[in-house]
């Protein structure tokens, strides 16, 4: 008879794999991108991924766990080193694991033990290097610095987190001024992994506004590590392609982030940033001020020399003013002298000219008769004679048209043979269709008249 087979409960086979697996499998140094990292009250939950250079999607990921009490620990660690960083999404680690199963989903886990932190720095400052050589080749280090600081950068735009003792600090110093800045805060968070979108977006606002002078980027004093959320590439890129100044006050006295090293100038802290827009606009004023005063001062001596001009003028005019009333009174006493002898003297002259053109128009008007008659003398003959001659040559006219008019005289045509018809009213009948049946007609002879009367026409005198 067969023996029967074995059979384990779930939760012991479970047990059983996860002790093979903590007993034969020793702690390992694995690395690869952190690619997740969430906190559930005591539990911190990782996934590491490994990445190829030519895909966005993981060769293979791995589930991590650690407790929060060691990752504050870790993080601490991390923190008091020269160039401190802390676990953050995205972050290129090297960390030590102890296989690990979750015995109640049957999940294999790992537990973070340590991170090397050579391992991380290194790959941080090959990351910070890559960009900065991007940047570079694309002149983006330089770009922001080579735009125009304005004469009086008063509009002000900001960046920095909400209700922030770095937004009091940078505000209160321009209110203390005296100088009427204007502030458009665009708020952000400024330390976290949110860092690099907000901010992001930020900058996109502002550059929706047309009259800015001026950008600035601050935040408060805080961890080192807060430092590294201000490598990021994309914040790089958008300060640089910003089309006024950029200022930047994130609070570290030492360390710069690249931010600051493509920002067209970089403040210690936010208070510092806002004081060099201070000094800006007073500059400003002051070089003002210093014209005005140049320009005062060019306006009193003008005014002083024109005064003085004037005076010398006055004083002038005053010296030879007498003198020239005098020359003046002596020239008109002169003139008027004159004046009054030339008008008799050509008053005498025209009344001469007056009485010889009266002797002369007399004398005149008897030679222009005399000369007239002259003239006209032969002209009685003359007019004789053509009236004569027009007489004569209308005479002769008449004549010849009187005999036209006796040859066309009825009478004589009658003479010649020819009678003449009427109608018992004496109407001259031209046309043989004027008679009619009946009628009495009269032909007209040289030697007599005779009476007739139509009794009938004919066809030739109808038609």
Known sequence: MDEPVKSFPISKYLQGVKRLLTEKIPPVWVHGVISQLVVRDRMCYLTLSEYSDSDVRPVASLNL????????????????????????????????????????????????????PVHTLGEMALTRQMILR????????????????????????????????????????LASSGFCFEVVPAFARMQGNETESTVLTAMGVLAQIGDLDVICIVRGG?????????????????????????????GHEIDQSLVDLVAWKSCITPTDCAKFLVEQV?????????????????????????????????????????????RERERLVRNSRDLRRNAEQRFLRENQELRRN???????????????????LPWPGRLKQATAMHIQKNSMKLELALERIKAND???????????TTDAQGKVLRN???????????????????????????????S
Not at 65 to 75: K, P
Not at 224 to 248: H, I, M
Not at 360 to 374: C, H
């Open 358 to 376: 009266q002797i002369g128009l007399r004398q005149g008007v008897m030679k222009i008769l005399s000369l007239e008659n002259l003239r006209l």
């Open 134 to 173: 991007r940047l570079r080749s694309e002149n983006l280090l330089e770009r922001n610095r080579t735009l125009e600081m304005p004469v009086l950068p008063v509009k002000v735009g900001l960046v920095t987190a909400q209700g922030s003792a770095a937004y009091h600090d940078f505000t209160t110093t």
């Open 410 to 420: 009825p009478i004589r045509v009658v003479k010649r043979g020819y009678s003449i």
């Open 222 to 250: 805080g961890s080192k590590n807060d430092l590294n959320y201000f490598d990021s590439e994309a914040l790089c890129r958008a300060v640089a392609l910003a089309r006024v100044p950029v200022l930047t006050g994130i």
């Open 282 to 326: 007073s500059y400003s004023w002051t070089q003002a001020e210093q014209k005005v005063q140049r320009i005062a001062l060019l306006a009193r001596q003008r005014l002083e020399h024109e005064q003085m001009r004037f005076r010398n003028l006055v004083q002038g005019f005053a010296r030879r003013l007498p003198g020239r009333l005098a």
């Open 432 to 462: 043989a269709s004027q008679a009619e049946e009946g009628a009495e007609l009269v032909s007209k002879f040289a030697w007599g008249e005779v009476r007739s009367r139509i009794t009938a026409k004919s066809a030739e005198i109808l």
């Open 65 to 116: 766990y650690i407790y929060t009490t060691e990752l504050d620990r870790l993080n601490e660690k991390l923190a008091a080193l020269p160039n401190p960083f802390s676990f953050a999404a995205e972050l290129k680690v090297s960390l030590l694991l102890q296989a690990d199963f979750y015995v109640p989903q049957g999940k294999f886990q790992a537990k973070v033990l340590d991170i090397d």
